[in-house]
């Protein structure tokens, strides 16, 4: 992982131990500028705000406020992104997506690197330890987050 994009994923991790000392689902995000000047921060706000679309990538992207082109524009995420935010990922342009893990929800990477997307997983452990002890301790609410039955 180079420094920068090191720097990109410690925001998230930041914004998502914020979300988890809320009582909060612990997701976080940013959106950064194509020089990596950070746009914008966030969280999954679904239990804090009772939204059920406050994704933490979402979030992130209201918090950056708008912008005419989101061409060399950077969305890190500590989790793979669901169907939601990689259509907003998608709809908008954004150029690259870096994730902290896709071991504990597989989202829509997949579909985003097929969609000329540059996709980058970078695997970090303290992600997928923090969403692994998350999902022990509060089952029902991550799979209301998911829209799992
Ligand atoms: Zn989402």
Redesign the pocket.
């Known amino acids: 992982m180079r420094d920068l994009e090191r720097e990109m994923l410690a925001t998230a991790v930041a914004e998502a131990r914020a979300g988890l000392a809320e009582g909060g689902i612990p ?1 976080g995000a940013a959106l950064y500028d194509p020089d990596g000047a950070l746009l914008g921060s966030g969280r ?1 706000r679904r239990v804090q705000d009772g939204d059920p679309t406050a ?4 979030t992130a992207f209201r918090a950056a406020g708008r912008r005419r082109v989101y061409r060399g524009t950077t969305m890190v995420t500590t989790l793979s ?6 259509g ?1 990922i998608r709809q908008f342009g954004i150029s690259r997506v870096l994730i902290g893990e896709a071991r504990t929800y597989h ?1 829509g990477h997949g579909w985003l690197a097929q969609s000329g997307i540059r996709v980058v997983l970078l695997d970090d452990a303290e992600c997928a330890a923090m969403m692994r002890k998350f999902i022990a301790a509060r089952p029902a609410l991550w799979q209301e987050d998911i829209g799992d039955e």
């Open positions: 997701i999954n994704h933490a990538e979402t992104p669901c169907w939601f935010c990689s907003l989202g």
